[in-house]
């Protein structure tokens, strides 16, 4: 394809879509790349700023997902601290909020997803009310931790960036509590199995977890912002951090009338329903092969993996999104990692190699014989053995898997 | 400073100075193909596999628990692997010679 005067625009700098940037490049797009994002910022790699950029041992310079002097090199224009307010499908064009218009001969969508704020009575009148998505986000929490003598933190929702959050805040010596409305943390990502063991191991670490908590208001006492709870429990807080969730970027998508579901939706190829028009990364409800169905992710891998995809369709080659999704997670001393899509499991095997009471085991997630996914705590040899068997549908030998006694390598696990 | 020389899968010979940091981090820093770190240096991924040249490989040392294992399953990996966002650029390195590795 002659692409020498062609634009490509890019709606979102991070990781989808800077990777999509030098991707292009990388599969021979000779026209403008011009990569938009409302954040002012050199783009960051996200991970850390629930992590080592919250505590403060790392600053997010040193995250930088590209150097600016690459974006030079390859000739990227990169337009940080601009909005784009608007898609124009008849034009090909999409308007910045300042009024300019840009044009595309190929557009992609790659706008992310934001925390969502809960409708809490007196939200609005929050002292110290954060999110954490971005790095001024993690700045502002790491300052009002600081210029805090009490140091008291309630974190609203136990999924992985309240507990990353909760690990890292208390390393710098904060008081914290997390409540949680659903029964179990890490409910929507996880077994009960691992849940029971994350609990376990903030409670260790001294955050206090509650579960089956509903907050119902917020109010200023003593200039400090009080959480109440459903049941009448109220909790002191000198920064309160929501960790509940995401809603999708989708309002371009939806308002220039392309088909969303939960995210925009687009096929193997990352192509919405306009032709033209690519969404990726945490805001596309894209479909995979290995699972048989449409899901959204938010995670590194299928921003990066898709991004990939769709710079190579859009430089006319023929590549298919077929990934099996992974994610990890640092807490504390511990190293989850996780392959594959656990929902639907009917199974779970434990296999725990150094007995009971270690912190180095795994659970294999199986719909009858199909092994769906694997969660490794600090075992690496599980998280890759599991890559392995699910990526090649390998059969494993459930009773060897769930014997400590067993050699833990593919070949014995997969023998029946 | 140490010089170290990535080389990628297209035979791309890239000689770049380190003084501080990962391997990986100066690899990225300098657009090196194939080299990745999506975990961001938290060997997690191994998206930033290389080989050690051999006569080099003395002065790497070799990977600690958890890269090894990750390392172990690796359909790409030889005696000299390593995951560059494992190994800091210091004097020692230099002249150290890395091999982009393939993916799985």
């Given at each position: 394809?002659?692409?020498d005067?062609?634009?490509?625009i890019?709606?979102?700098?991070?990781?989808a879509?800077v990777?999509?940037?030098?991707?292009?490049?990388?599969?021979?797009?000779?026209?403008?790349i011009?990569l938009?994002?409302?954040?002012?910022?050199?783009?960051?790699?996200?991970?850390?700023?629930?992590k080592?950029?919250?505590?403060?041992?790392?600053?997010?310079?040193?995250?930088?997902?590209?150097?600016?002097?690459?974006?030079?090199?390859?000739?990227?224009?990169?337009?940080?601290?601009?909005?784009?307010?608007?898609?124009?499908?008849?034009?090909?064009s999409?308007?910045?909020?300042?009024g300019?218009s840009?044009?595309?001969?190929?557009?992609v969508?790659a706008?992310?997803?934001?925390?969502?704020?809960?409708?809490?009575?007196?939200i609005?009148?929050?002292?110290?009310g954060?999110?954490?998505?971005n790095?001024?986000?993690?700045?502002?929490i790491?300052?009002?931790?600081?210029?805090?003598?009490?140091?008291?933190?309630?974190i609203?929702g136990?999924g992985?960036?309240?507990?990353?959050?909760?690990?890292?805040l208390?390393?710098?010596g904060?008081?914290?509590?997390?409540?949680?409305?659903?029964?179990?943390?890490?409910?929507?990502?996880?077994?009960?199995?691992?849940?029971?063991?994350?609990?376990?191991?903030?409670?260790?670490?001294?955050?206090?977890?509650y579960?089956?908590?509903?907050?119902c208001?917020?109010?200023?006492?003593?200039?400090?912002?009080?959480v109440k709870?459903?049941?009448?429990i109220?909790?002191?807080?000198?920064?309160?951090?929501?960790?509940?969730g995401?809603t999708?970027?989708a309002?371009?998508?939806?308002?220039a009338g392309?088909?969303t579901?939960?995210?925009i939706v687009?096929?193997?190829?990352?192509?919405?329903?306009?032709?033209?028009?690519?969404a990726?990364?945490?805001?596309?409800f894209?479909?995979?092969?290995?699972?048989?169905?449409?899901?959204?992710l938010?995670?590194?891998?299928?921003?990066?993996?898709?991004a990939?995809v769709?710079?190579?369709?859009?430089?006319?080659?023929q590549?298919?999104?077929?990934?099996?999704?992974?994610?990890w997670?640092d807490?504390?001393?511990?190293?989850?990692?996780m392959?594959?899509?656990?929902?639907?499991?009917?199974?779970?095997?434990?296999?725990?190699?150094?007995?009971p009471?270690?912190?180095k085991?795994?659970?294999?997630y199986?719909?009858?014989?199909?092994?769906?996914?694997?969660?490794a705590?600090?075992?690496?040899?599980?998280?890759?053995?599991?890559?392995?068997f699910?990526?090649?549908?390998?059969?494993?030998?459930?009773?060897?898997?769930?014997?400590?006694?067993?050699?833990?390598?593919q070949?014995?696990?997969?023998?029946l | 400073?140490?010089?170290?020389?990535f080389?990628?899968?297209?035979?791309?010979?890239?000689?770049?100075e380190?003084?501080?940091?990962?391997?990986?981090?100066?690899?990225?820093?300098?657009?090196?193909?194939?080299?990745?770190?999506?975990?961001?240096?938290?060997?997690?991924?191994?998206?930033?596999?290389?080989?050690?040249?051999?006569?080099?490989?003395?002065?790497?040392?070799?990977p600690?628990?958890?890269?090894?294992?990750?390392?172990?399953?690796?359909?790409?990996?030889?005696?000299?692997?390593?995951?560059?966002?494992?190994?800091?650029?210091?004097?020692?390195?230099?002249?150290l010679?890395?091999?982009?590795?393939?993916?799985?």
């Amino acid at each position: 394809m002659e692409t020498d005067s062609k634009t490509c625009i890019i709606v979102g700098a991070s990781q989808a879509g800077v990777t999509c940037a030098f991707e292009l490049r990388n599969e021979g797009w000779k026209g403008r790349i011009i990569l938009i994002d409302s954040d002012p910022s050199l783009p960051y790699y996200r991970p850390p700023l629930s992590k080592s950029v919250l505590t403060g041992t790392e600053s997010i310079a040193e995250h930088a997902l590209k150097p600016i002097q690459l974006y030079k090199k390859e000739n990227i224009e990169l337009n940080t601290g601009k909005k784009v307010v608007a898609l124009n499908r008849e034009k090909s064009s999409v308007e910045l909020e300042d009024g300019t218009s840009l044009y595309y001969d190929k557009l992609v969508l790659a706008t992310g997803s934001r925390p969502i704020v809960p409708g809490i009575d007196g939200i609005n009148k929050m002292k110290n009310g954060f999110t954490l998505r971005n790095q001024e986000d993690a700045q502002k929490i790491h300052r009002a931790l600081k210029n805090s003598k009490a140091k008291r933190v309630v974190i609203i929702g136990a999924g992985f960036i309240g507990l990353e959050a909760a690990a890292s805040l208390i390393k710098l010596g904060a008081k914290v509590t997390v409540l949680e409305k659903e029964s179990r943390v890490l409910s929507r990502v996880t077994s009960p199995e691992m849940s029971l063991f994350f609990q376990k191991l903030h409670a260790g670490n001294g955050v206090e977890i509650y579960t089956n908590k509903s907050v119902c208001s917020f109010s200023i006492q003593n200039d400090n912002d009080l959480v109440k709870c459903t049941d009448g429990i109220e909790y002191h807080a000198d920064i309160v951090i929501f960790g509940i969730g995401v809603t999708v970027n989708a309002e371009l998508a939806i308002a220039a009338g392309l088909q969303t579901e939960n995210g925009i939706v687009v096929n193997e190829k990352a192509l919405t329903s306009e032709e033209n028009i690519y969404a990726i990364g945490d805001c596309s409800f894209h479909f995979n092969s290995l699972y048989n169905r449409f899901i959204r992710l938010e995670s590194i891998q299928n921003a990066s993996d898709q991004a990939r995809v769709a710079a190579s369709n859009i430089c006319g080659k023929q590549k298919m999104y077929n990934a099996i999704p992974w994610f990890w997670s640092d807490q504390f001393d511990v190293k989850m990692q996780m392959v594959g899509l656990q929902d639907g499991y009917n199974e779970l095997i434990l296999r725990n190699t150094d007995g009971p009471e270690s912190k180095k085991f795994s659970a294999w997630y199986f719909r009858d014989d199909k092994l769906l996914a694997v969660d490794a705590v600090n075992d690496m040899k599980a998280y890759m053995i599991g890559t392995k068997f699910i990526k090649n549908n390998i059969r494993v030998n459930k009773l060897k898997l769930a014997n400590p006694e067993e050699e833990f390598n593919q070949v014995n696990l997969s023998s029946l | 400073m140490a010089k170290i020389t990535f080389i990628t899968l297209d035979n791309e010979v890239i000689e770049l100075e380190g003084t501080k940091g990962s391997l990986m981090r100066l690899a990225k820093d300098n657009g090196v193909k194939g080299i990745d770190g999506e975990c961001g240096g938290v060997c997690s991924c191994a998206t930033c596999h290389v080989h050690v040249h051999p006569e080099h490989f003395v002065k790497v040392g070799t990977p600690g628990e958890f890269e090894a294992d990750l390392l172990e399953l690796n359909d790409n990996a030889s005696q000299y692997s390593r995951l560059c966002c494992q190994i800091e650029a210091n004097e020692n390195l230099d002249g150290l010679i890395l091999q982009v590795a393939g993916r799985d």
